[in-house]
């Protein structure tokens, strides 16, 4: 064996019999600053998926991957269920990690007898830390305001974006509709009220200039896919913004940083979009841990809040031969689902349905399979098995398992335990399966903070 082949086998099971002492006790050290990376809704599935499409579209792995194999990592699995439910949703996920406690879904940190909780970002505030939210979401959406906003539903947006002024330094993603006054259905200036309090607010990607407390808004709801294109800062850009606001945090600081929209391209049966915002995401990791690794002060974690509709690439063909081409041909793919109704028009036909997706997916369907989209799109119902896709894109996404070998088991959430890859000081508990109750309470030991939320009974 030569000497770059030794290099290139088992690097993490090498470097599990000698992980020295001294990598050891780093590993169980005491962050001054913590990130926390979430990809919304990313079935394990789609880990392999993302580096195996990352291999093909870039020609280079991804980031989450490596720190899979990366021995000086804690690597875990998380049980990321709810108190009224086994599948979770977003806001009762984040709601576990950033108060301790479980609660019910559609809820964001309020305990069904509605005794409200104290979000972890209010209390890093509080104990002098910087905070930072970044997300491709509205910046109201579940996933952020789980650590720093507690309310009783979590479609108020517009009421948990109030919350964020004294517990969020840097806020940045989309959702200008829940800050406008003319957009807001309560009317209350809320980009008003934030600059008064000393944010600089940022609209467009020109606009994005270092300074203290920041309300970046990009889109008037969620950002755009990344298959998309659109002219706005990418998860990554946002996210070194974010850090580099967090320069001189004499106290340290906790952010989190979310690809939001992996799951809403998941609830599409839509893989090209979410592949392509996985890679957002990884991106954005990326920037995450290259920040750490030049500090050796900060844990990074990376997680999912829960699976979604668990997608996987099918054994396609005899002995399987055929799933690697398949799989190739999501490149061709132009834009997201969300394109697709436009250009079918008011009143799809098969042949119409037929001539878009092949121009904009790059595959040629049958005409019985683009009946079935079409009577989809048009509000019937074409065939019907697996009830939760019967809607348009569920159609067409069982359709495009033919082709792409990539198949979905619905259009919802999903209760699989969801990977969580830590790296740094204070990573050291977050091996094996971790409860996502959990999470709280070690990263408030590790900002000196002494609380406990109220919990539920099972909660
Ligand atoms: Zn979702």
């Not at 098995?385 to 019967?390: A, E, G, K, P, S």
């Given at each position: 064996m030569n000497r770059r082949s030794l290099l290139s086998v088992p690097l993490g099971l090498g470097a599990a019999a000698v992980l020295s002492p001294a990598q050891v006790k780093a590993k169980a050290g005491r962050p001054k600053n913590i990130i926390f990376c979430v990809s919304d809704?990313?079935?394990?599935?789609?880990?392999?998926?993302?580096?195996?499409?990352?291999?093909?579209?870039?020609?280079?792995?991804?980031?989450?991957?490596?720190?899979?194999?990366?021995?000086?990592?804690?690597?875990?699995?998380?049980?990321?269920?709810?108190?009224?439910?086994?599948?979770?949703?977003?806001?009762?996920?984040?709601?576990?990690?950033?108060?301790?406690?479980?609660?019910?879904?559609?809820?964001?940190?309020v305990l069904p007898d509605g005794t409200p909780?104290?979000?972890?970002?209010?209390?890093?505030?509080?104990?002098?830390?910087?905070?930072?939210?970044?997300?491709?979401?509205?910046?109201?959406?579940?996933?952020?305001?789980?650590?720093?906003?507690?309310?009783?539903?979590?479609?108020?947006?517009?009421?948990?974006?109030?919350?964020?002024?004294?517990?969020?330094?840097?806020?940045?993603?989309?959702?200008?509709?829940?800050?406008?006054?003319?957009?807001?259905?309560?009317?209350?200036?809320?980009?008003?009220?934030?600059?008064?309090?000393?944010?600089?607010?940022?609209?467009?990607?020109?606009?994005?200039?270092?300074?203290?407390?920041?309300?970046?808004?990009?889109?008037?709801?969620?950002?755009?896919?990344?298959?998309?294109?659109?002219?706005?800062?990418?998860?990554?850009?946002?996210?070194?913004?974010?850090?580099?606001?967090?320069?001189?945090a004499s106290k340290g600081f906790?952010?989190?940083?979310?690809?939001?929209?992996?799951?809403?391209?998941?609830?599409?049966?839509?893989?090209?979009?979410?592949?392509?915002?996985?890679?957002?995401?990884?991106?954005?990791?990326?920037?995450?841990?290259?920040?750490?690794?030049?500090?050796?002060?900060?844990?990074?974690i990376t997680t999912s809040d829960h699976g979604n509709s668990s997608p996987g690439l099918n054994g396609m063909g005899a002995e399987y031969v055929n799933s690697g081409k398949c799989f190739e041909a999501i490149l061709k793919a132009k834009g997201s689902f969300d394109q697709l109704p436009k250009m079918f028009g008011s009143k799809p036909t098969a042949a119409r349905v037929r001539e878009v997706i092949e121009a904009q997916n790059g595959v040629v369907i049958t005409p019985t399979e683009a009946e079935w989209v079409a009577a989809a799109a048009?509000?019937?119902?074409?065939?019907?098995?697996?009830?939760?896709?019967?809607v348009m894109f569920g159609v067409l996404g069982q359709v495009l398992s033919n082709y792409y070998g990539v198949g979905y088991t619905g259009t919802t959430h999903t209760s699989e335990y969801t990977f969580i890859t830590s790296t740094g000081p204070g990573s050291l508990p977050f091996e094996g399966l971790v409860r996502n109750t959990d999470v709280f309470p070690r990263l408030t030991k590790y900002m000196g903070i002494q609380f406990k939320n109220p919990a539920a009974a099972q909660g």
């Open positions: 809704g990313m079935s394990p599935g789609v880990l392999m998926m993302a580096e195996y499409f990352s291999k093909i579209a870039r020609g280079k792995g991804t980031r989450w991957a490596a720190l899979m194999n990366d021995m000086t990592a804690s690597r875990g699995v998380q049980d990321v269920a709810a108190l009224n439910s086994p599948v979770t949703d977003s806001s009762s996920s984040s709601s576990a990690w950033g108060s301790g406690s479980r609660i019910n879904n559609a809820q964001v940190n909780l104290t979000p972890i970002m209010q209390l890093a505030k509080q104990a002098g830390k910087r905070t930072a939210l970044v997300t491709t979401a509205t910046v109201t959406h579940a996933t952020p305001a789980g650590f720093a906003a507690s309310q009783p539903r979590r479609d108020d947006e517009h009421l948990i974006g109030l919350q964020y002024q004294d517990r969020v330094n840097v806020v940045m993603g989309g959702g200008v509709k829940f800050f406008e006054a003319g957009k807001r259905k309560d009317k209350v200036d809320a980009v008003g009220k934030f600059a008064q309090a000393g944010y600089r607010v940022m609209r467009t990607k020109a606009e994005i200039k270092q300074a203290g407390k920041v309300l970046g808004l990009f889109s008037d709801g969620h950002m755009p896919y990344t298959i998309e294109k659109a002219d706005v800062p990418t998860l990554a850009e946002m996210t070194q913004f974010a850090l580099d606001g967090m320069a001189g906790i952010m989190q940083v979310e690809g939001a929209r992996v799951d809403h391209a998941a609830h599409n049966n839509d893989i090209a979009a979410q592949l392509w915002d996985q890679l957002a995401f990884d991106d954005a990791l990326g920037v995450c841990l290259d920040y750490a690794a030049k500090r050796g002060d900060t844990l990074v048009g509000g019937k119902k074409g065939i019907s098995i697996n009830r939760l896709q019967d």
